[in-house]
């Protein structure tokens, strides 16, 4: 080629550089706590086909029961419906501290293989589902390189729970700047806080605030409960007696569903007394309150809700341990409100002044929907205050893709077992028919009902974010487990509430919903 060939010929095409495909796994999990292990031991033995992997936003497995390390951290529900239905729980308590719950849930993971599937400090941002390939494509921030990744999915599971595990709920306090000692957040407590011979005041009345008070009396000076409005509290045994008496003629695999069942049964029994005729459930829960308290004891000011019981969450103490520190007198209550805090404390509307070496802010969670994880359809942000739930478990208009959310009045992983495998009925039932989609539709009447019906604080700040449910089934919340075994474990598939797509069809899923 001569010289002006050379010149004149046309420039050659830079060679394209190829792009690597995001990673595709058929199962994509959101959270390793209770939820999201359980949820990866029940692909592994009901879908073993599957490819599935776990993205946990921390370095930890446990979720919730690896972040609260403050002092008694220990479950709202007795550990035999806490527990996995599929693994026994064996320890001797029926209340569980933080500390055994995690190792329950490490020892699950273990147990059944799905650790090396787990890949931490993955916070996921945002998922897009695409209806041309039926699939999802997540992103995830790694918190500890920094490094945005994406993975695909055919279904994907959030097992994040609904609150946020960075922040808790910390209304601000006029003067709080001027107070010498120490202001903690159970959500951060220092490893470091020693309050042993302080005066601690303990804002708040949740299960928080009874779990942490009888905890640090041991080494306080003296802890003093100041709550707003009081709580019901119910004394649980700390270890139960029919698992006790089973265990010594029974197998655990055998005992285990006996006393879980057993307190199912119960627990939906008060709940529906509760809902029926909430004046008689109120009068027991005072005279069991008032047997345990020293004599005298004001109970119409510090246990008398002003709301029904289970319009928010009973608090459960383990033998009654918070009323045996109040008899001692190493703790009291204050039923008032802050007025401000001062050098040495907090000055209340009353008028009085609780002094105050430490004070801890009890106060609550933070709502955050998936996570804080965006959904979109095809590059279409969903807003999730439009959509209706189904099932509790799936979201109308959205194709494969659930959410767990346990029971406002139960154990959570009750319904976490349910979700969980219900998700592995639709994989089956998808493979089986040659469908590529499953996706839910809202009520043809419409639905204005909230999603979580309880007047909690935390609930209500929020409840406008999350999805509405409908007036009745598939769409209705009914919080009863016995109701959902039957919907869940054997009611069918294909009802007026869900869809299926097949591949041609799957473009198009999103104008049929």
Not at 269 to 295: C, G
Request: glycine share 8%; net charge neutral.
């Amino acid at each position: 080629m001569t010289i002006d060939q050379l010149i004149e010929a046309p420039a050659a095409r830079p060679q394209a550089i190829p792009q690597h495909e995001p990673e595709h796994v058929d199962v994509l999990i959101i959270g390793a706590g209770l939820s999201g292990i359980g949820a990866a031991c029940h692909l592994r033995e009901e879908c073993p086909d599957k490819t599935y992997a776990v993205l946990e936003s921390r370095g930890a497995i446990g979720g919730t029961w690896d972040l609260f390390r403050y002092p008694g951290v220990r479950s709202d529900s007795d550990m035999f419906t806490l527990g996995y239905a599929f693994r026994p729980w064996t320890d001797a308590t029926s209340i569980a501290d933080g500390a055994s719950i995690r190792r329950y849930i490490e020892d699950t993971a273990r147990e059944y293989g799905v650790g090396d599937h787990i890949r931490f400090h993955h916070q996921v941002v945002s998922a897009d589902w695409s209806a041309e390939d039926a699939r999802w494509t997540v992103t995830a921030r790694r918190s500890d390189t920094g490094e945005t990744v994406r993975l695909t999915c055919s279904w994907l599971s959030a097992c994040s729970g609904y609150y946020r595990y960075d922040e808790g709920f910390r209304p601000r306090f006029d003067g709080e700047e001027r107070f010498t000692g120490q202001i903690v957040h159970p959500q951060h407590w220092p490893e470091d806080l020693d309050v042993t011979g302080k005066q601690v005041v303990v804002i708040g009345s949740g299960a928080t605030a009874v779990t942490l008070v009888p905890s640090l009396a041991a080494d306080a000076a003296h802890v003093t409960m100041l709550q707003r409005t009081p709580s019901y509290i119910m004394s649980l045994p700390g270890r139960d007696p029919l698992a006790q008496v089973l265990r010594r003629r029974l197998p655990a695999t055998i005992a285990y569903p006996i006393v879980r069942w057993k307190n199912v049964l119960l627990s939906t029994l008060l709940f529906q007394l509760s809902r029926r005729r909430p004046a008689m459930i109120k009068k027991l829960i005072r005279r069991l309150t008032q047997k345990q308290l020293p004599e005298g004891f004001d109970v119409d000011t510090h246990f008398n809700p002003p709301y029904d019981p289970w319009d928010q969450r009973l608090c459960l103490v383990p033998d009654g341990d918070l009323f045996r520190t109040l008899r001692q007198g190493n703790a009291s209550i204050v039923t008032d409100r802050v007025k401000a805090f001062t050098e040495r404390g907090i000055d209340l509307e009353s008028g009085k002044h609780l002094d105050a070496d430490v004070i801890i802010t009890a106060t609550g969670l933070n709502l955050l929907p998936l996570g804080g994880m965006s959904l979109s359809l095809d590059g279409t942000p969903v807003d999730l205050s439009t959509t209706v739930s189904y099932k509790g478990m799936m979201i109308s208009g959205i194709p494969n893709f659930t959410m767990v959310i346990g029971y406002t009045n139960a154990s959570w992983t009750l319904k976490a077992d349910l979700v969980n495998r219900y998700v592995c009925r639709l994989l089956t039932h998808l493979d089986e028919n040659g469908f590529v989609a499953a996706t839910p539709v809202a009520p043809p009447e419409g639905a204005d009902a909230p999603f979580l019906d309880l007047a909690s604080g935390y609930v209500q700040r929020s409840i406008a974010q999350l999805p509405k449910q409908g007036s009745r089934t598939p769409w209705r919340l009914h919080q009863n487990y016995v109701r959902d075994v039957r919907l869940m474990r054997r009611g069918p598939l294909d009802d007026e509430g869900m869809t299926f797509q097949r591949p041609a069809a799957a473009r198009s899923e999103r104008t049929a919903a």
